[in-house]
């Protein structure tokens, strides 16, 4: 069974702060992680994934992600965000055996006021 | 860009009433999924499918059904609408060996008086 962890429910910055956006998961064997943003009313977009390899990823609009093992963490990052950030945010894990079957977190609501 | 696409946005009906989604992608992707999302923005996949294999969540009530008339083409029908089944439904589709990445549409959010 993989689990996925968001411990924030909800993130405020202001424009141009840096933000860090928790998840960590539980799974047994190899995984791929992911992020993905979804703005109100919207479909999920993909930001970026982590399965092997640099542990540091790097993804669309400045957004970056790392990977640790020994924390069993894949926390997104920003170094400054913009009022268009503003969405909810998904961690998520698929193991290699069942290809595309995500799990996702709860979601991170985060909120860049302007 | 929208390369995943569901029709309709919004739909309301009566409990015990068929309700059908449908996704079309243009990707080419040769598997597809349906996700749903409840009122507190939880997702839990439904369905995968490719030309190979269905794979069942085995939460899924048997009212629930896919539908697929080629590998572009994955509808969502439920046979008789509980209230529970009020949520925004989400299509999305991938290849094979890009798992994790995943193109989803814009939703189908259904409402169940």
């Known amino acids: 069974t993989q689990t996925v962890s968001q411990s924030d429910a909800h993130v405020t910055v202001f424009e141009g702060d840096s933000v860090e956006l928790r998840c960590n998961y539980s799974y047994g064997g190899s995984i791929y992680l992911s992020w993905y943003i979804q703005h109100h009313g919207r479909g999920l977009q993909f930001l970026l994934k982590?399965?092997?390899?640099?542990?540091v990823v790097q993804g669309v609009n400045g957004f970056k992600a790392e990977f640790s093992k020994s924390d069993s963490s894949f926390h997104l990052r920003k170094a400054s965000v913009h009022w268009s950030d503003s969405a909810v945010y998904f961690c998520a894990v698929s193991g290699t055996q069942v290809v595309g079957q995500l799990t996702f977190g709860r979601g991170t609501r985060l909120q860049v006021y302007a | 860009e929208t390369a995943v696409f569901q029709t309709p946005n919004y739909h309301v009906t009566q409990v015990g009433n068929e309700v059908s989604f449908n996704c079309k992608q243009t990707l080419g992707h040769d598997t597809m999924y349906w996700y749903k999302q409840d009122s507190k923005k939880l997702l839990k996949i439904m369905f995968s499918?490719?030309?190979?294999?269905?794979?069942v969540n085995e939460t899924v009530p048997r009212r629930f059904s896919p539908q697929s008339s080629d590998k572009a083409h994955l509808n969502l029908r439920i046979k008789s609408v509980e209230p529970e089944d009020s949520a925004v439904y989400l299509c999305?589709?991938?290849?094979?060996?890009?798992?994790?990445?995943?193109?989803f549409g814009e939703g189908s959010k259904l409402t169940v008086l």
């Open positions: 982590y399965y092997s390899g640099n542990p």
């Open positions: 499918y490719n030309n190979k294999q269905l794979i």
């Open positions: 999305a589709s991938s290849t094979q060996t890009n798992t994790g990445q995943l193109y």
